[in-house]
């Protein structure tokens, strides 16, 4: 076909060999996969068992062996995909076709209490172990940045709206995040509104406000917020966050007493800050680790209003009780923001009946749970890979997702 527009082949995040979605996708073409293309006459064969089956093709420019074999047959010469009856005047046009961009600021925690034991090591360490672990798996497939938490070692956050790591491609800012937390030791309080509003300064008014596509915030933290900004503020033991923890002497009765109001509960404060992220149209996913069970509550709300309640009765917030659970927590979220599955379309198709999703040269059939189908929240539309299919392409990866316009849309396996 002339004009023909190049797909773009899912970000070129995905590395493993041609193939790899075979066992998704063998019973959508029962025939011969097989394309050849060269120039010179006009012969060409359909393959068997797809849309298009049959004779030669006529006109157009050389067979692309990328449409040969199964679902649209296969041309040669000037024959173009498929031929004769079965199919050979289709016409597929590649389209553009990009996955969603997807943009994460990891708000982290690295206050005194994550000095503290657990498991075979202390806090800090195990999650710099499981952070590093979900970053690795999500390298190329994201951009993402970080914003420590506090910035000096008591309650201070730096002015400004950098982040401690800038959001980047995976490639650049995953190194950079594991050699800033090897670089940092825990020390300070627990300033968690003050982190969240630099992340929503940062995604709104600073350097992160050019970026396009969807962004998210994961906070993760050991306790609750405190540093509060109000001198005045006074809270009773059952708010302070050093009574709260049980750090507190047995002796001492309210830990926020006597100008120590700043290790008060700054719950509304922290709620208010993921309402404006919200707002803004960025989600907080919220991972509590061990050190979290006394603020539960205020957690659950937080994860609420951050549209990303994991249930609908307690804990609904990430729960973390182990160091594995960690890994696999952040491994999940990380993992389930790789919008690969999401493709944008750049124009209107012109016949929705006419629209194919080709995998590594494969055409997915669009019925079923394992399909597709699009999301009209989009203009144009998006379209979106579903169920098993889309978590192979999302875990193990494949090396192209193309979407094609003009040949009749495949809505079954055969």
């Not at 420019?61 to 990328?66: E, I, K, L, R, Y």
């Not at 172990?129 to 914003?147: H, K």
Request: aromatic share 4%; proline share 5%; with cysteine.
């Amino acid at each position: 076909m002339t004009g023909k527009i190049r797909a773009i082949c899912a970000r070129s995040l995905f590395l493993t060999s041609l193939g790899l979605l075979g066992w998704a996708l063998a019973s959508g073409c029962s025939g011969s996969t097989s394309g050849t293309r060269t120039s010179g006459d006009a012969s060409g064969s359909g393959g068997s068992g797809g849309v298009a089956s049959g004779g030669a093709g006529s006109g157009g420019t050389a067979g692309d062996s990328s449409l040969g074999g199964g679902v649209f047959g296969s041309g040669s010469g000037d024959g173009g995909p498929g031929g004769g009856d079965g199919g050979g005047d289709c016409g597929g046009q590649q389209v553009d076709a990009a996955p969603r961009e997807v943009h994460l600021v990891i708000v982290l925690d690295r206050s005194e209490s994550m000095t503290k034991g657990w498991e075979a090591s202390d806090r800090w360490t195990m999650v710099k172990g499981a952070l590093g672990t979900a970053l690795d798996a999500i390298e190329g497939r994201m951009s993402v940045g970080l914003q420590l938490f506090p910035t000096d070692d008591h309650c201070g956050m730096d002015p400004g709206t950098d982040l401690s790591v800038a959001v980047a491609p995976g490639a650049t800012a995953v190194p950079a995040i594991k050699a800033r937390l090897e670089a940092t030791a825990p020390g300070g309080a627990t300033p968690t509104a003050g982190a969240l509003e630099r992340a929503l300064r940062y995604l709104t008014e600073g350097a992160g406000s050019a970026l396009e596509g969807d962004r998210y915030v994961l906070l993760a933290t050991d306790g609750g917020p405190n540093c509060n900004q109000d001198p005045a503020m006074t809270c009773p033991a059952t708010t302070c966050t050093t009574n709260m923890d049980g750090d507190c002497p047995a002796v001492v009765e309210n830990c926020c007493s006597g100008g120590a109001a700043d290790a008060c509960l700054d719950d509304a404060r922290t709620v208010q800050q993921v309402r404006d992220l919200r707002a803004a149209g960025i989600e907080t996913f919220v991972v509590g680790i061990p050190g979290t069970t006394a603020y539960a509550d205020m957690l659950d709300e937080l994860a609420t209003e951050g549209g990303t309640a994991t249930s609908e009765s307690s804990p609904r917030y990430f729960e973390v009780v182990d160091a594995a659970s960690l890994g696999e927590t952040l491994t999940s979220i990380t993992r389930d923001l790789v919008r690969s599955c999401e493709l944008a379309l750049e124009t209107e198709p012109p016949d929705r009946a006419k629209v194919n999703v080709t995998i590594d040269g494969e055409v997915l059939p669009k019925a079923g749970d394992d399909g597709w189908d699009y999301d009209d929240s989009t203009t144009p539309p998006t379209v979106v890979i579903k169920g098993a299919t889309c978590e192979h392409v999302k875990s193990a990866g494949v090396e192209s997702v193309r979407v094609e316009f003009g040949c009749p849309t495949v809505e079954e396996p055969r």
